[in-house]
């Protein structure tokens, strides 16, 4: 059971706002989990940015979470960055406002969070890390390119069975400007809209 909040947020979402040819982008994700699915396999997807700090982290908590919420069982979902720096803290606040329950477990230049969707299920991790850190996993995973300079400058990830680039335009563009608010929730609705419609499809 999701926290109601959040349940409602994913209720408001409309999947049929999503643009045909982005549908297409989709699909390669659709298809590996149809895959995984069938042969009832543990289902690993890494989500990876340059810097592991907004775009990785927001893709980790909504995969997991609609994972969740459309019961599609053995999916584990992590985060990385071709460089490790820190989970941007407006991230958080996004979250929040969107009906996660995050509490800060650790101080320091990179502090980790522990992110809870669901009152009964773990809480998702997040820190910033190296798509290749120890805390993620090593081989039979997704590595799912968050951002087109990680997928650029990332040729091979070690480990992976599939690649996969969903490709988001960084909210960190409106950083310091009076349209910071609505440009990160924006880009999280998108990406839990475009999450939606990947795990709904395994319906």
């Known amino acids: 059971m999701l926290l ?46 340059t810097h592991n700090s907004r775009r990785s982290h927001i893709s980790q908590i909504w995969a997991q979470t609609l994972a969740a919420y459309y019961k599609i069982d053995k999916v584990s979902t992590y985060s990385g960055g071709t460089e490790a720096t820190a ?14 329950k995050v509490v800060k477990l650790s101080e320091g230049k990179n502090p980790i969070y522990s992110i809870k969707y669901s009152e009964n299920e773990p809480a998702i991790i997040a820190f910033s890390k190296q798509y290749g850190d120890e805390f993620n996993p090593s081989s039979k995973f997704a590595a799912i390119m968050t951002c087109s300079s990680a997928d650029e400058g990332c040729p091979m990830v070690f480990g992976c069975d599939k690649r996969i680039a969903i490709t988001y335009e960084d909210p960190k563009q409106s950083d310091g400007t009076p349209h910071q608010t609505e440009t990160y929730k924006n880009r999280s609705l998108q990406i839990a809209t475009e999450m939606k419609y990947v795990f709904s499809s395994l319906n």
């Open 4 to 49: 109601k909040p959040i349940s409602d947020v994913i209720q408001s979402l409309d999947i049929n706002t999503i643009p045909t040819e982005r549908k297409q982008t989709l699909k390669p994700l659709i298809n590996y989990l149809k895959e995984k699915n069938k042969t009832n396999e543990a289902i690993r997807l890494n989500f990876i940015c």
């Open 87 to 100: 989970m941007f803290p407006k991230v958080g606040e996004t979250i929040i406002n969107q009906g996660f």
